[in-house]
């Protein structure tokens, strides 16, 4: 990190205010994928009460995938534009909204909607993280900051369908000993995954009231960063400008971008082959290693859980080899290379698995490579964005979402016409393409001005 002789020498302490922020994104995190999961955990209860097909609930699946791909960009754009204290704040309320709205829906069609504007709310969440994370963690802290943010990430995935059924579980045990008369008599009478859409999309309010009046955009406008912190910050992310280059010029040198067209694409395909663990794995336990759906809580958690310490460890990994050698692009390509090649391999063997416990062993190794690398390509997708992080990451984002609403399409039409064998094939072939893209990839460069690199200084 860049030294100043005033700074070292001065005895007053540095604080560690972006330790704060980072722990209200990385509930931010959690909150993204638990919300959006815990439907798969009440997908059979709400099919029964609002009599919904199976092809019906595939739909309502996808709007919220599609809806989410195509808002990523205005949600990122916003945030550029007035900031990320009020953005987020904004996602976050809007997805609550729909999130309790989906326990109120009657049919197919009013979950359709409250689906896909959960999608609309939820857009342009993770851009914002970026931005606040371009602005306020120096860039050998980035691809840790984006560790614990895929970990928490992966584990509200991971926990969702188990917080969620316990939960309903617990509604119903309250309800049962419960009369219908009374004060307690709506309690009593709505269906339990009511009233626990109700209670998770009021989760998302609480964090808002916590977090709107305590952040700040900029460092700089928070009164509890010392002088030591704020120098600390400024001098590792080098200089930040205020201003934006015309929107024309913006989305010129943003198409134009290869490092941001290989992330897009990494994304893209890494999503589709990451997409097998929160759609088909459970499917897979129960036709192919006969475990029951309900039986299959942990075993589905575990390579998501997996995949969240992979996170971690690859981000603390990465920051270290770019802080010790310098090479920036080195340091980031090495460990989504490796963690794709070694998700595809371990993608092709499960398909000569022999038992469950086998199975879910290599689905974790799967898991778990494959987000070895999540971090750096975080860390890289912020870089790549600089001051324009929020709609960068948001045409990124929103093309690798893409990945994930046509995934349900090329699965099923792979599965009906080939089988199991070919569709670990197909998410076999995805890693590997994703792995390729990194050979354009450039996160030394913002993608706004091609003769603009980063200090050497900052990565030191």
Known sequence: MLKDDAYAQTSEPRTRVRVGVMAFLCV???????????????????????AISDEQMGIVFGTFWLAYALFEIPGGWMGDRVGARFTITRI???WSLF?????????????LIYRFLFGVGEAGAYPNMARIQSRWLPITERARAGGLLWLTARWG?????????????????LQANMGESGAGSWFATTAPWRIAFFVSGAIGVVWCLAFYPWF??????????????????????????????????????????????GLAIYFFCGGIGWSFFVSWMPRYMKEVQHVSFENSEWSSALPLICGGIACFVGGMLS????????????????????GCLVAAAAMLAIRHAETARSATI????????????????WASMVDVGGRNAGIAVGFMNMVGCLGHAVQPYIGARVFHTFGWSAL??????????????????NPTRAFYDKRHVLPAAAIS
């Open 28 to 50: 931010l995190s959690f909150l993204t994928y638990y919300d959006r999961q815990c439907i798969v955990r009440a997908q059979e209860s709400i099919q029964a009460a609002l």
């Open 319 to 338: 920051d270290a080899f770019v802080k010790r050698s310098g090479w920036r692009r080195v340091g980031r390509a090495v460990f989504p290379v490796t």
């Open 424 to 441: 670990f094939g197909v998410y076999a072939a995805a890693f590997l393409v994703a792995m390729t893209t990194w050979a354009i990839i």
């Open 92 to 94: 976050v309320l809007a």
């Open 216 to 261: 700040r955009d900029d460092p700089a406008q928070k009164e509890s960063v010392s002088p030591k912190e704020l120098h600390h910050i400024e001098g590792g992310r080098g200089p930040i400008e205020t201003g934006h280059v015309g929107d024309s010029r913006v989305w010129f040198r943003l198409l134009s971008s290869p490092s941001a067209w």
């Open 362 to 377: 290599l689905m974790c190794v799967a898991a778990a490579a494959f987000d070895f690398g999540q971090a750096a390509s």
């Open 157 to 173: 995935a991971a926990f969702a369908p188990i917080i969620f059924g316990t939960m309903t579980r617990g509604i119903g045990s």
């Open 99 to 111: 999130t309790v709205l989906t326990g109120a829906a009657t049919g197919f069609y009013s979950l």
